[in-house]
């Protein structure tokens, strides 16, 4: 069994910071790319960033010189740093990973920017 525990989220006002965190347990032996989700209210569930074992990083258009993923591999864990946060970056942020094409989830955790 594999489990994902989310933290972090919460309330930040326009302009702020937050830092989320995504620590991956259980039956895993080395995990492939980790990944940051959201979704807003009415919206779907899109892609924030993601980052490989090897540290490669993608990011979404929305996010890009806003928000920073990286990893921690020894402890099977996953960042996301975000600055300059905006009214519309507010969702429920899900971490998610992969090992050997299995993915997982986490709960989520809510961003929420107030203007």
């Known amino acids: 069994q594999v489990e994902l525990v989310e933290s972090g989220g919460g309330l930040v006002q326009a302009g702020g910071s937050l830092r989320l965190s995504c620590t991956v347990s259980g039956s895993i032996f080395r995990l492939d790319d980790m990944g940051w989700y959201r979704e807003g209210p009415g919206d779907q569930r899109e892609l924030v960033a993601s980052?490989?074992?090897?540290?490669?990083?993608k990011y979404a258009d929305s996010v890009k010189g806003r928000f920073t993923i990286s990893r921690d591999n020894a402890k099977n864990t996953a960042y996301l740093q975000m600055n300059s946060l905006k009214s519309e970056d507010t969702a429920v942020y899900y971490c998610a990973a992969w090992e050997l094409g299995n993915g997982y989830w986490g709960q989520g955790t809510q961003v929420t920017v107030s203007s």
């Open positions: 980052i490989s074992s090897g540290g490669t990083t």
